[in-house]
């Protein structure tokens, strides 16, 4: 059985109960935010990991993607990048994943588009590992508008936007 781990009201309380833990431990550091450089990119929100019938549902995505909505509106609004992946896997391409994972998601899955509340909004960027800079044009395209420092949400955090956030840090 899948677990819900975070809901619309504990989310913030365990986001906060961390920045606190942060703070007490020394390991929250004062950088300067430069928001007219920086990207807001969000990870696989699609309906493979939103919609309950499918096999990858995540119960608590249901949490983030008002908030989602919110910080892409606010990126926009400011006339700042917001990046979108899509998760898309090709027969033969899949490497491990496809052994991980089982079933691949294919661009005609009727599951695999961005989910409703963010279609629309931003660039959509197709992957197919885990890391959204690998073998994309992400890089590229945050260079071109000149990003030096990105915000990475969405969902799966502790595969695809870990790996991701990695990926940007050592760029």
């Known amino acids: 059985m899948k677990e819900k781990?975070?809901?619309?009201?504990?989310?913030?309380?365990?986001?906060?109960?961390?920045?606190?833990e942060l703070k007490q431990?020394?390991?929250?550091?004062?950088?300067?935010?430069?928001?007219?450089?920086?990207?807001l990119i969000i990870i696989d929100m699609q309906d493979y990991f939103l919609d309950e019938s499918s096999h990858a549902f995540i119960p608590s995505a249901a949490a983030i993607t008002g908030r989602l909505v919110g910080m892409a509106d606010l990126f926009e609004e400011k006339g700042l990048p917001?990046?979108?992946t899509r998760h898309i896997n090709r027969p033969g391409e899949e490497g491990m994943m496809g052994t991980w994972w089982g079933e691949l998601l294919t661009a005609e899955n009727p599951l695999s588009g961005i989910c409703e509340d963010l279609k629309g909004k931003g660039k959509v960027i197709e992957k197919s590992g885990y890391d959204a800079f690998y073998n994309t044009g992400l890089e590229g395209y945050l260079r071109e508008n000149g990003v030096v420092r990105v915000v990475v949400t969405g969902v799966m955090t502790h595969i695809c936007c870990a790996a991701t956030a990695t990926s940007a840090f050592v760029r």
């Not at 431990?25 to 990207?39: C, H, I, N, Y």
Request: overall charge negative.
């Open 82 to 84: 917001v990046v979108l």
């Open 5 to 20: 781990y975070f809901d619309d009201q504990s989310i913030d309380f365990c986001a906060g109960s961390i920045i606190e």
């Open 25 to 39: 431990l020394g390991l929250l550091r004062d950088v300067k935010f430069q928001p007219e450089k920086t990207a």
